[in-house]
Each structure stands twice: as C-alpha cells, then as structure tokens.
C-alpha cells in the first residue's frame, strides 16, 4: 500500500483538486486498492470546509467528484505518509520544515507535484483562488499532467 498526500496552502483549491485528480486516475487504472490518498494544507483558516465551489464545478465538467473536506498538515503526516506532494515553492518549505521537526520519524518523500509534469513547463501550481474561471481549468490542466506522470512512477 502506498501512503499519498496532497498539500497546498488553504486544501480549497489545489491540493483537494490534485487528491481528486489522481483518485481519479485511479480509478481508471483500477490501482484503487494499492494507494491511500488524501489532502491538507499548511494553513488552517478553511479547515472543515468543502473544497472551493469554483474548483468543484470545474472537476465535475472533467466527470470529477471532489469530496474532501479541510484539514490542516500536521507533523503525524509525515509520519503517515510515503510521498507528499507540494503545490507551491513556500508549500514545499513549509513541509521540509516540518519534516526537520519530526526528525527520524519522518519517513515521507517530499516533492514539487510538477517534478511528474510532461506536457507543461512550469515548477509551481499557482493558486486559483483570486483568479477567474480560466484559473480553475488551467490548474486542472496541470494537475491531469503531473498526477499522470505520479502513476506511473509510483505504481510499479
Ligand atoms: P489553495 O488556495 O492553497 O489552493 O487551497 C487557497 C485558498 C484560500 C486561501 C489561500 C489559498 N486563503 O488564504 O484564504
């Protein structure tokens, strides 16, 4: 079983739409069974709520159902958790930050999500949230490109 989780700033809009993405892809694939995936974000101002309603209705046009609701990271994930994948530059520091805190018992890989992009020539997700719709799109644009490339490298 492989541990995965998604992180970005407020788990509104990126990282729930990156967990639904690769459940998604997932599901397609029938490796369902082989991956545990979930989402968080540094901050906890939304914690509780459901993704970003901008960020829903563009899922669902790509048949995409995103169902998590907020939480915030916490130094057990990097105990929980295998891989960890990270929207942003200031997200991936956050983390690495709390891996330090954890010390040994951190056994989580830390990764930019792009890192697994093909078809795009960008290193950061960049955040929806104050955009407009086309924002939403291009996100799940990259999002469909990285987790792609996350598949198959994980699920040897
Ligand atoms: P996310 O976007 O990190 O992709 O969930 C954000 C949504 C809201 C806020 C920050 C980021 N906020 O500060 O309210």
């Not at 082989?34 to 939304?46: C, I």
């Not at 530059?89 to 018992?105: D, F, I, K, R, T």
């Not at 939403?136 to 990285?146: G, I, R, S, T, Y």
Request: proline share 3%; charged share 25%; aromatic share 6%.
């Amino acid at each position: 079983m492989k541990r995965v989780l998604f992180v970005c700033l407020g788990n509104i809009c990126r990282s729930p739409a990156a967990e639904g993405v690769f459940l998604h892809l997932l599901e397609q694939s029938q490796a369902g069974e082989r991956f545990v995936v979930d989402s968080a974000g540094t901050g906890g101002w939304h914690v509780g709520k459901a993704a970003d309603a901008r960020m829903r209705a563009a899922a669902s046009r790509r048949g995409i159902h995103l169902a998590s609701k907020a939480r915030q990271l916490e130094l057990a994930d990097l105990t929980r958790f295998d891989h960890i994948l990270t929207m942003d530059a200031s997200n991936l520091s956050q983390v690495q930050a709390l891996a330090q805190e954890a010390g040994g018992s951190s056994i989580a890989r830390i990764e930019p999500l792009l890192s697994y992009r093909s078809r795009f020539d960008l290193s950061e997700v960049p955040d929806p949230y104050y955009g407009g719709d086309e924002g939403f799109e291009h996100v799940l644009d990259l999002l469909d490109d990285a987790c792609a490339g996350l598949l198959q490298a994980l699920d040897v």
